[in-house]
């Protein structure tokens, strides 16, 4: 997980140069948790008390708020958990 989150870290540091690192470096953590903790979750049932599009929804307004700078458009019903 380190390696590929430290290159994720790189890439956006790259695309965002501008962007704080810690923000960045948080980010990139915190996406890792909620990545980690729906595939748990979602991944062996589809349907929970809270929809999935619902989680993804909430999961951006906190990215958003841990580094609004990175913030990027993202539609909640075409993210989806893999098969």
Excluded: H
């Amino acid at each position: 997980y380190d390696i590929l989150m430290e290159k994720v870290v790189q890439l956006l540091r790259r695309s965002q140069p501008n962007a704080d690192e810690t923000s960045i470096r948080e980010m990139v953590q915190f996406l890792a948790i909620i990545s980690e903790g729906s595939i748990v979750l979602y991944g062996t049932r589809r349907e929970r008390a809270v929809p999935f599009e619902r989680v993804v929804e909430l999961a951006i307004a906190v990215l958003g708020t841990l580094a609004p700078e990175l913030q990027i458009p993202v539609d909640a019903s075409k993210v989806t958990l893999p098969d």
